[in-house]
């Protein structure tokens, strides 16, 4: 069990380097990925109805992420 509550958007922009484990690029397991993004999704469509379980400001993320998706 996780905690998904402090969510918040990563793109490759946003990272400075590649963290690594004897010089080997860190990454996610595929299984661990689907079951972050699918509880994601879940915790995201209960705060669509109402239900707020996460503590980042999604309105406002999401306003900054389409205000620089149309710069691109």
Request: glycine residues 2%; without cysteine; aromatic residues 8%.
């Amino acid at each position: 069990m996780f905690l998904i509550q402090n969510s918040f958007p990563i793109i490759e922009r946003y990272l400075d380097h590649v963290h690594t484990i004897e010089n080997e690029p860190v990454t996610v397991h595929s299984k661990l990925n689907r079951e972050l993004t699918v509880s994601l999704r879940k915790v995201l469509a209960m705060y669509k109805h109402g239900i707020r379980l996460i503590f980042t400001d999604i309105e406002s993320i999401q306003e900054k992420m389409e205000k620089e998706l149309e710069r691109f």
